[in-house]
């Protein structure tokens, strides 16, 4: 996210360690962490003295005086000198402040760990901002899809195709192995128990309502999200990395239009035909089983599958796909978009988006059952 607390830990030529401060500290948006310095400070030879450069600090307040005592006691403790010359007047006086009178002896208070009361307000408060921030984005998306209905949108038709050869041929093996082989199962599971009355036929409408209004839908919705929700958290957590994002704002082409419409666009317009395909092919893994455990001829299987299903059990599996698809693209673009600034965080920002999109594709798949029951669809 632009503007926030950097640290960054350099050999200078003179044999100094020179520790960087960049953008706005404070305590609100949390404290960045000193390792670059520990890691400095634990391998090589010792550095002659430790200096600090705030060329690039934006704003600041208590963040920063705790991060440099921090740093301060670290050299302390292996006996190298800390120079706070380029330091702002501000911070020097707040720092000298706190050192005009030495610490009392165990007046630092115990680490404890944290009440229950304490870590509910915290995950009440950190759940409330994401919140927000997850708004704002979907706001943000529905504007730049708005810019592209009036023909505004700034992005390349060259990026949106190689996007859909990713989100559809590209994950067709995937889909296909995963859904036949749900398909097998529950045809496997329904032969054993409908064989016990004598109603073995019935595997075929078994099969091909579960498929066609709930498994095909939802299946190929959590392969997406485990498959292209996470690379998209990847590709744009990793483009937020090397300030890549930044880049594009600063030559004045929205981050919106130029990536994640293409993507939103692409998922969309794919998930649709490749729940039609995984709706064929799981019905094909139930005929697998009827076909050779049963005995029922191909005939009997296709005949009494269509009977079993309509236009409306199809629309509405291909309706629920197109919103799973729209969901599984949000929830990749918006943690890669608010992805942090190292490798570890484009790690967790990829399992994540996974976890993110495949909670979004359950509450939705809820909803959607309770309208189906009250519309009597």
Same mark, same amino acid.
């Given at each position: 996210?632009?503007?926030?607390?950097? $640290?960054?830990?350099?050999?200078?030529?003179?044999?100094?360690?020179?520790?960087?401060?960049?953008?706005?500290?404070?305590?609100?948006?949390? $404290?960045?962490?000193?390792?670059?310095?520990?890691?400095?400070?634990?391998?090589?030879?010792?550095?002659?003295?430790?200096?600090?450069? /705030?060329?690039?600090?934006?704003?600041?307040?208590?963040?920063?005086?705790?991060?440099?005592?921090?740093?301060?006691?670290?050299?302390?403790?292996?006996?190298?000198?800390?120079?706070?010359?380029?330091?702002?007047?501000?911070?020097?006086?707040?720092?000298?402040?706190?050192?005009?009178?030495?610490?009392?002896?165990?007046?630092?208070? /115990?680490?404890?760990?944290?009440?229950?009361?304490?870590?509910?307000?915290?995950?009440?408060?950190?759940?409330?901002?994401?919140?927000?921030?997850?708004?704002?984005?979907?706001?943000?998306?529905?504007?730049?899809?708005?810019?592209?209905?009036?023909?505004?949108?700034?992005?390349?038709?060259?990026?949106?195709?190689?996007?859909?050869?990713?989100?559809?041929?590209?994950?067709?093996?995937?889909?296909?192995?995963?859904?036949?082989?749900?398909?097998?199962?529950?045809?496997?599971?329904?032969?054993?128990?409908?064989?016990?009355?004598?109603?073995? @036929?019935?595997?075929?409408?078994?099969?091909?309502?579960?498929?066609?209004?709930? $498994?095909?839908?939802?299946?190929?919705?959590?392969?997406? /999200?485990?498959?292209?929700?996470?690379?998209?958290?990847?590709?744009?957590?990793?483009?937020?990395?090397?300030?890549?994002?930044?880049?594009?704002?600063?030559?004045?082409?929205?981050?919106?239009?130029?990536?994640?419409?293409?993507?939103?666009?692409?998922? *969309?317009?794919?998930?649709?035909?490749?729940?039609?395909?995984?709706?064929?092919?799981?019905?094909?893994?139930?005929?697998?089983?009827?076909?050779?455990?049963?005995?029922?001829?191909?005939?009997?299987?296709?005949?009494?599958?269509?009977?079993?299903?309509?236009?409306?059990?199809?629309?509405?599996?291909?309706?629920?796909?197109? @919103?799973?698809?729209?969901?599984?693209?949000?929830?990749?673009?918006?943690?890669?978009?608010?992805?942090?600034?190292?490798?570890?965080?484009?790690?967790?920002?990829?399992? *994540?988006?996974?976890?993110?999109?495949?909670?979004?594709?359950?509450?939705?798949?809820?909803?959607?059952?309770?309208?189906?029951?009250?519309?009597?669809?």
């Amino acid at each position: 996210m632009a503007g926030e607390a950097l $640290l960054d830990a350099q050999r200078g030529p003179d044999g100094t360690l020179v520790v960087r401060l960049a953008g706005h500290w404070n305590l609100r948006t949390g $404290l960045p962490s000193t390792r670059p310095v520990e890691d400095a400070l634990a391998r090589g030879p010792r550095p002659a003295a430790v200096v600090f450069d /705030a060329k690039n600090l934006a704003a600041w307040d208590s963040a920063a005086v705790t991060i440099v005592e921090r740093i301060s006691r670290l050299c302390a403790g292996v006996g190298v000198q800390v120079r706070r010359d380029a330091l702002p007047d501000g911070l020097k006086r707040i720092l000298a402040l706190a050192e005009a009178v030495p610490e009392k002896e165990g007046a630092r208070a /115990a680490d404890t760990a944290p009440s229950l009361l304490v870590r509910l307000g915290t995950w009440a408060i950190e759940a409330s901002a994401g919140a927000r921030v997850a708004v704002a984005f979907v706001g943000e998306a529905t504007l730049s899809f708005g810019r592209l209905l009036r023909g505004q949108a700034n992005f390349r038709w060259r990026d949106l195709a190689l996007v859909i050869q990713d989100c559809g041929a590209d994950a067709l093996p995937i889909v296909t192995l995963i859904n036949f082989l749900v398909g097998l199962i529950i045809a496997f599971v329904g032969a054993v128990q409908l064989q016990k009355f004598g109603a073995g @036929i019935y595997v075929a409408d078994l099969v091909a309502i579960a498929t066609v209004r709930e $498994l095909g839908c939802i299946m190929t919705g959590i392969i997406m /999200a485990g498959r292209t929700g996470s690379g998209f958290a990847a590709e744009l957590g990793t483009m937020n990395v090397n300030q890549e994002i930044e880049a594009l704002s600063t030559m004045g082409v929205p981050p919106m239009d130029f990536l994640v419409l293409p993507r939103m666009l692409a998922l *969309s317009l794919m998930m649709p035909l490749l729940c039609c395909y995984a709706d064929l092919i799981g019905i094909l893994g139930g005929a697998t089983v009827a076909i050779n455990l049963l005995g029922q001829s191909p005939t009997q299987y296709w005949v009494e599958t269509f009977g079993a299903i309509d236009l409306v059990d199809i629309g509405l599996g291909i309706g629920k796909s197109l @919103i799973f698809g729209v969901l599984v693209a949000l929830a990749g673009c918006l943690r890669g978009m608010t992805c942090g600034r190292d490798a570890a965080a484009v790690g967790q920002a990829a399992t *994540s988006a996974v976890v993110l999109g495949i909670v979004w594709i359950i509450v939705a798949d809820g909803i959607f059952a309770v309208l189906t029951n009250i519309l009597g669809i």
